[in-house]
């Protein structure tokens, strides 16, 4: 009896899973590309441009997005060091992370 379940067990999850429909995954890696040195160069320039639209932000705007981003403070914890809701910080975030954007994609 036992038996018999195990192999009606076996046969569902195979046709549940259309068993045979299936191939094996083949062992394939997938390498990064080669480090070069104009990717260094781009990388480096990207990384002014984020940095440099963080320091455009207005103060309180990039005083929460610091906290947030780079001190790993919760909104909560950012809201009370502020002294404002966490509604605001929300917002605060919000229209920082938007800033950030649209300067990247102008700068290009």
């Known amino acids: 009896m036992i038996a018999r379940n195990v192999l009606v067990s076996q046969n569902r999850k195979r046709t549940a899973r259309r068993f045979r429909l299936h191939s094996e995954l083949k062992e394939s890696r997938d ?42 403070l919760t909104y909560q914890e950012i809201a009370d060091r502020m002294c404002i809701s966490k509604e605001s910080v929300k917002e605060l975030m919000h229209r920082a992370l938007v800033r950030i954007a649209m300067e990247m994609d102008t700068d290009e």
């Open 31 to 72: 390498y990064a590309d080669e480090i070069t040195p104009e990717r260094i160069v781009i990388a480096k320039e990207e990384y002014e441009r984020v940095m440099q639209s963080i320091l455009d932000l207005p103060p309180r705007a990039r005083a929460a997005f610091q906290f947030h981003r780079f001190d790993n």
